[in-house]
C-alpha cells in the first residue's frame, strides 16, 4: 500500500507541553483511529499533520517529499483538511461554507454546483444550501465541517472528535462514508475518545499518551453490517466532473 505520510523523530512544545512522535506511518487509503484522554496531545498532532503548527524538530514527508518550508507547508494544505472538534462556520449560508474554498481554487459554475451538492448529500444535508448557518444544531454544523472539508476532495482528512455532536442515528451514515472516502484512496486520521470507535470501524490505531505517540499496528474489526448499508446509501459521487 502506497505511503502518504511519513514522520521522524518530531519534537513539538509549547509553554508546558511536548509532543515526541518518533515514527509515523500513513498509508493511503487507510483509516486510524487516533485514542487518548483529555489533554494528551491528539488535537496538537492533528493540527501538525494538517500543517497548522510547526514543529521544533523533526522530519515530516508526504508522498515521499520532505516538508522543508512555509512553501511547501502552504502548497501542501490544499491537500489536506482538517475538521475541528468545534469547527468554525463563516456567517452567512451553508451554500457560501462550501463554495468558499472552491472559489479560492479558482472553480465557479456548474462545477462548484455539483461538488457543493455532492458533498451535502453526503452527509445526508440535501436542500440546506440557502440554511443559515445560525440556524443549525451542533450535529448539522459538524455535518456542515464535514461536507466543507470533503468538497476540496482532500487526500487526507483529519477529524478531531468529529462524531461527538452526531445524533445516534447518524453514525451509521458517518462510517459508511468513510468507507467509501477510504475506497477512493483517501487517508483518514479520526481523533476520538470513544471506546467502542474501535469496534465499529476498520483502523489501525494510534494511542496519545502524555504526550508521546504509540503506533499500533494490528486492526480493528471491520465496519458493522449495518454500515455497510449505509454506504450504499450515500450514492451520490463525492468527485463531481464537470464544468
Not at 517529499?65 to 501542501?76: F, I, K
Not at 448557518?133 to 456542515?144: K, N, P
Not at 454500515?227 to 466532473?241: F, G, I, M, N, Y
Request: proline share 4%; with cysteine; aromatic share 4%.
Amino acid at each position: 500500500m502506497e505511503q502518504l505520510v511519513e514522520i521522524r523523530d518530531l519534537l513539538f512544545s509549547r509553554e508546558n507541553f511536548i509532543l515526541r512522535v518518533d515514527r509515523l506511518e500513513l498509508q493511503r487509503g487507510r483509516l486510524y483511529l487516533l485514542t487518548g484522554p483529555n489533554g494528551a496531545g491528539k488535537s496538537t498532532l492533528l493540527r501538525l499533520l494538517a500543517q497548522l503548527l510547526t514543529p521544533d524538530r523533526g522530519e515530516i514527508r508526504f508522498q515521499g517529499r520532505l516538508v522543508a518550508s512555509e512553501r511547501d507547508r502552504q502548497q501542501l494544505r490544499r491537500q489536506i483538511t482538517l475538521v475541528e472538534q468545534t469547527p468554525f462556520l463563516f456567517a452567512g449560508t451553508v451554500g457560501h461554507n462550501l463554495a468558499f474554498g472552491l472559489r479560492l481554487r479558482g472553480i465557479r459554475g456548474r462545477r462548484l454546483r455539483q461538488l457543493v451538492t455532492g458533498a451535502l448529500a453526503a452527509v445526508d444535508l440535501v436542500g440546506f444550501e440557502e440554511r443559515r448557518t445560525d440556524s443549525l444544531s451542533g450535529g448539522e454544523a459538524q455535518r456542515v465541517a464535514l461536507a466543507r472539508a470533503l468538497v476540496l476532495e482532500p487526500k487526507l482528512l483529519l477529524l478531531d472528535e468529529a462524531t461527538a455532536s452526531l445524533d445516534a442515528e447518524v453514525l451509521p451514515l458517518f462510517e459508511g462514508l468513510v468507507a467509501r472516502l477510504l475506497a477512493e484512496g483517501v487517508t483518514v486520521v479520526l481523533s476520538s475518545h470513544d471506546r467502542e470507535s474501535p469496534r465499529r470501524l476498520d483502523a489501525r490505531h494510534l494511542v496519545m499518551d502524555g504526550g508521546i505517540l504509540h503506533q499500533v499496528d494490528r486492526p480493528f474489526p471491520a465496519l458493522s453490517r449495518k454500515s455497510e448499508t449505509e454506504q450504499k446509501r450515500c450514492h451520490v459521487p463525492l468527485k463531481a466532473h464537470g464544468s
